[in-house]
């Protein structure tokens, strides 16, 4: 069986040196993964080798068996990513920002018509609750607000709700707990890994990768991947991961 | 000590005003109180405008004539200008997967229809068209779709790119992820930039009134040659109402559409207004003109090359192009300094709103009137015709500066006041100053107009590319007429390489 | 959610079948008159209407007034049959007929054939009347503004009287000569002293001092040029092929035959300060076409 995701000794040049360097590693169905770094470290590289949107100078990297950079748009549509700045379009409400994740799915007069009306309520409300945006925002004046109206960890949610409605099998999260308090960071992070309704991965997805700065939160993972100035350090299941391995991933 | 650094935006946006340091002297120096009757009976005459029905009928029957060719000639100029203004986004090219080079050659293309002045074309096309309707409406059209294209193009470029990439990454389809991340911001823009360019295409109606296709423009000019300023006004306070009532009208549609989902709703109604606005005018304009008939294209004899050689020797090059030069950077620098710096003075509400009427005056009096204004107490100098053009303009970008700051959120002012700043400082720093990028940016493409607007103050000083322009055509010296073109359209194709580059150095490092 | 779909599908139809509304009508034979209306052009224009009705009334055919202000644009929509009929100066006359081929002249005012032009001055300038044309090198080193630069009177046959003296644009103050825009503006313009000395149409002139409109203390003549000629009726060739036989000379025939006799001929006279109109013969303007050619306005 291919390897839902494989990457073999992938390098990314970059303006001062290699952001990455000989990455290799495989992702399984049903993995959640845990990337790990300091700043610079080269996890937002990784994560944009993996959604595509940044191309490897050498190595390959496959998704389904399939060059990344390669894939056709109904594919790309597979692989979704939350975007550190979280890229929302500030000008569009609520509800419209969470239906744009669908436009793969959907066709020319549907982008439209969301521009222009309140489309598909129901499928974008229950993306929103899954993200848990509070309940007021919910209704169908809540949802015509405009996101440029919304408070930082609002944003945050709709965004990931966004991640929800695309329904891609390989969900990737860059940073998503950067600039939320510790008990809100715990939820989200919950709600990206684990659906409410049954346990297992959100939305059907069959694998997730995180970006973040807390180790203390790796039990929640399968596996983690410790990049250190670009090279893959760390590539072991979460319960194997000592204290002191993270100590030396983060020392300067 | 003070150490010299690159100026900042808001001090960008001043320094221009500078101009008016050796305009003003020199107009200064000249002036005398000649001209001071003739000036006494323009002033009388705005208090007491003829109102006699003869009069105000054939003023009425213009204005149709003026509006329906603006109507016509803003939908057609928005549509086209918007479509073009896409095809030369490099951005959109790529998005697409397209190499990007057919962009750029359409971007330098577009330099030549936008450096013709309406009347030049107006001119130009009658020789193709014959004496038609859509002459005047395809004069607008052709050098307004153009800068359209160009501000359009431009603004599509400044967007952030990362969203569109986010909703490219869903595996939406290229149209449907630019029209999700990138139409809400330009929805603002062509509501904005668009209905701006109505009351331009107005003004150029106006303009073109006088190939005998009527309209106000007509008019005016004739009330102008024989100096009937009573009739004169009659007319300028007509052109006044319009404007105002369209200014207003405009900011009252703006303001409908806070809301997200109703500024999407907004921008789309914007446009079909505007589509109906253009199958509106046409229909008027076929109303108007029952004996017009259809379109033909006439034969044109091309010069040859041996007359093109003999012009080209013929013409004074040198003190031809230095003259346009000195008229449109001294305007240029009159248009964007002086707006900024008259709003410095006094950032309190009603000073605003007495600026802001100033603004509309001096847009609505056309240069040319405004150079015979000047020169009748002064003596006849390149600082008169720039002054004029400057003032002129300055109305165009301080409508749209205060356009401008109107829709910015005002909280960094607040904070600077808050802390003790004067009035003064807070505004500069904290409204002007945010505001200062797009504001060089409209005068970059307003140095545009100006220098193709050198065209209708060229008869002051009888020199400049305009005067030859103007004498060439009037002596059906087409050899001529062809080089002075393409003067204009590599000055205005340098003017372009020069304001890109030097916003990229000051605004964007 | 479909039929929000189709709203927008239509909503976009809308915006795509902006319509292009040249819609082909059937033309019926109108004749359409045209004039740079130089003298009392306010008054002109607005009264030109009475023309037309007087011209309909006699030859039975429609008849519209175009007015046109700018002078290249006239002698071009006259080429591309945009104007059937049209005042034109003594230039912009010789312009139209060389590049129309077949065009006749019709008629002339009374005043037409012995047109002249007068060079004045503002009064502190210090320039003194001129007795001979050799006078007008005092010109030289002033600030001087010629009107309209298609002008006849207010451009060309000065400039051409200038030339004779000796004198070019570049030697005036400045290098070069201003152009005023008309008649009414080259007086405004030399009487607040703005330019020292000015040419415009004499008849422009004498009905502007009548009117009491110009400050003569402050402005005065200083020469009157020698007769030329100057307006003229200009007709497009084939007219008779639209309108019926013979109806070039039944048009001609009309604009001699006005008199003062009904209050609306008495009114289109005076417009044209005409006593009557006189047949004109193309020959007449020949030196005109020589002038042009020399000053470049004809090429």
Known sequence: MTALLELDEVRVAGPYGDRLNAVTFRLQNGERIALLGRSGAGKSSL?????????????????????????????????????????????????????????????????????LFRVDAEASRSCLREAGLEESLLADTGLDRSVGQLSGGQRQRVALARLFRQQPDLMLADEPLASLDPAI????????????????????????VVSLHRPELIDRFDRVLGLRAGRLVIDAPASAVSVDDLRDLYAP | MIVPVRPTAPALVLLPALALLPVLIVVLNGAHGGGAEILGSFVVGAVSPSMDPALLKALLIGLQVTVATA??????????????????????????????????????????????????????????????????????????????????????????????????????????????????????????YGGYRLECALRSATLLGVFGLGGLGMDLELSLKSLQFHELWSGLWLLTLVTIALEQGLRCWRSWGEQAQFGQRQAMGFAVAVGLSGGLGGLWLA??????????????????????????????????????????VLAAGIAIGLPPLLLLLNPARPWQHCISGFWILVRVIPPPLAVLLLLLSNQPT?????????????????????????????????????SGASPQVGWLYGSLSPRSPSHLAYGAYRSDVILRETVVVGLIGGSGLGWQLLESLSSFHWAAVLLLITTYAALTLIGEWLSDRSRQHWLQS | M?????????????????????????????????????????????????????????????????????YPAAVSAFRTGGLDLVWFGGLTGVQARLQTPGAQVLAQRDIDARFRSVFIANTSSGLQPISSINGLTSLRGKRFSFGSESSTSGRLMPQHFLAKAGVTPSQFSGGRAGFSGSHDATIAVVQSGAYEAGALNEQVW???????????????????????????????????????????????????????????QVTILELFAAKRFIPAQASQYKPIEKVGRELGKIR
Request: contains cysteine; aromatic residues 6%.
């Open chain 3, 2 to 70: 479909a039929s929000r779909e189709r709203r927008a599908v239509s909503l976009l139809a809308v915006l795509l079948c902006q319509g292009v509304t040249v819609l082909p009508v059937v033309a019926q034979p109108t004749l359409k008159v045209g004039a740079i209306p130089d003298q009392n052009p306010e008054r002109l224009n607005r009264l030109y209407g009475q023309l037309a009705d007087e011209l309909s009334d006699r030859l039975n055919v429609k008849v519209r007034y175009v007015p046109v202000s700018n």
């Open chain 3, 206 to 264: 004498t009905s502007a001092v009548n009117n009491g409109r110009v400050n003569t203390k402050k402005v005065s003549v200083i020469w009157r040029t020698p007769e030329y000629v100057d307006y003229h009726w200009v007709v497009r060739p084939k007219l008779d092929q639209r309108f019926g036989k013979r109806f070039t000379t039944r048009l001609q025939k009309a604009i001699l035959g006005l008199k003062p006799t009904t209050p609306r």
């Open chain 1, 185 to 208: 960071a715990a939820e989200v992070l919950e709600r990206l890994l684990t659906s409410e309704a049954d346990g297992k991965l959100r939305g059907g997805a069959q694998a997730v």
């Open chain 2, 287 to 328: 109303h108007l003109f029952p004996e017009a008939g259809s379109l033909n294209w006439l034969p044109v004899q091309w010069p040859d090359l041996h007359s093109l050689q003999l012009a080209a020797q013929e013409l004074p090059w040198l003190s031809m192009l230095w003259e346009t030069l000195i008229l449109t």
């Open chain 2, 71 to 192: 109507l016509t000639g803003w939908s057609c100029s928005l549509v086209l200008g918007v479509l073009l203004g896409c095809l030369s986004s490099e951005r959109l090219w790529l998005t697409w997967s397209l190499p990007a080079w057919p962009a750029i050659v359409l971007r330098r293309l577009m330099a030549l229809p936008r450096s013709i002045h309406e009347l030049i074309w107006g001119l130009l096309l009658l020789q193709v068209l014959g004496l038609h309707p859509w002459v005047a409406v395809m004069a607008i059209l052709l050098p307004y779709s153009c800068l359209i294209a160009r501000v359009w193009r431009d603004q599509l470029q400044s967007l952030d790119p990362s969203r569109l990439q986010a909703i490219l990454q869903t595996g939406s389809s290229p149209m449907a992820a630019c029209m999700t991340a990138l139409s809400p911001a330009m929805g603002s823009v062509l509501v904005s």
């Open chain 1, 47 to 115: 994560i944009g080798v993996l959604n595509g949107s940044l191309t490897p100078a050498a190595g390959h990297a496959r998704f389904q068996g399939m060059a990344i950079a390669s894939l056709s748009r109904r594919q790309r549509a597979r692989i979704g990513t939350l975007w550190q700045d979280l890229r929302l379009i500030e000008e569009l409400s609520i509800g419209q920002n969470v239906n744009a994740g669908a436009l793969g799915r959907r066709r020319l007069p549907w982008a439209l018509a969301n521009l």
């Open chain 2, 382 to 418: 390149l600082a008169i015709g720039a002054l004029a053009l400057g003032l002129h303009n300055s109305g165009v970008m301080g409508r749209l500066l205060q356009e401008g700051l109107e829709q910015q959120d005002h909280s960094a002012q607040v904070a600077l006041t808050s």
